[in-house]
């Protein structure tokens, strides 16, 4: 795993990268800003970026919206102190693949920066209620995304995905299919829905009723 730490607090930098690289993580790169940012993941092309959101010149919602356009194999995984829910909600909006508070224990963020690997968002069980509950709200424009287009299949897909199912290797399981036909079927869902991420498409997918989410009983 090749990460890219993006944070302007050096202390907490060196910090991280220690716990990191005790992991045999490879650090590839470190960014004090939004814009050293998005400049280390053009040029080390990282598995993640560990972005902070309050930042100097670049804030980390502008680099990872520009990261996810342009970068599209590079994954976004905010670290923040940040309580607020909006930026919960902006940084899935934005691209980011996951939004982890930087409390979190070492063990807990390492295995959901290995989920990030295997194709998993990265969100706590708490922000994960929490994105599914925002977008299940009424959509504003429920014609905003024509979703028609999708197959069968895809919303099978969909609805595995609401479910917690995120895993290429899991998700090819239950469908019995290969891992290829899967990101087959997951790419064009994100084309005909105009999406970035799966994160988005599980939040997508339950706004817009395509998909009812999980009991929470």
């Known amino acids: 795993m090749r990460v890219v730490i993006a ?6 930098r060196d910090g991280l990268r220690s716990l990191l690289e005790a992991r045999e993580i490879d650090v590839v790169g470190e960014a004090r800003n939004g814009r050293e940012a998005v400049a280390e993941a053009r040029a080390q092309l990282p598995d993640i970026v560990l972005m902070d959101l309050t930042m100097p010149e670049m804030g980390g919602l502008e680099a990872t919206r520009l990261i996810s356009a342009e970068l599209p194999d590079v994954n976004v995984v905010v670290l923040t102190a940040s309580e607020e829910d909006a930026d919960l909600f902006e940084a899935i909006k934005s691209g980011a693949e996951g939004f982890l508070p930087k409390n979190l224990e070492a063990g807990t963020l390492f295995a959901l920066l290995e989920g990030v690997m295997q194709g998993q968002p990265a969100l706590t069980p708490g922000l994960a209620r929490k994105l599914l ?40 399981d239950r469908l019995y299919v290969s891992e290829n036909t899967i990101k087959y079927h997951l ?18 997918a339950v706004r817009h009723g395509l998909i009812e989410p999980p009991s929470s009983t």
Do not use: C, M, W
Request: proline residues 5%.
């Open 7 to 12: 944070d302007d607090h050096a202390l907490f």
């Open 133 to 172: 509950h925002e977008f299940a709200q009424p959509a504003t424009k429920p014609t905003e995304r024509p979703v028609e287009g999708l197959t069968d299949r895809e919303r099978e897909v969909l609805e595995l995905l609401v479910q917690g199912v995120t895993s290429n290797r899991e998700l090819a």
């Open 187 to 204: 790419r064009n869902i994100l084309n005909k829905l105009h999406l970035q991420n799966r994160a988005q498409v599980i939040a997508y």
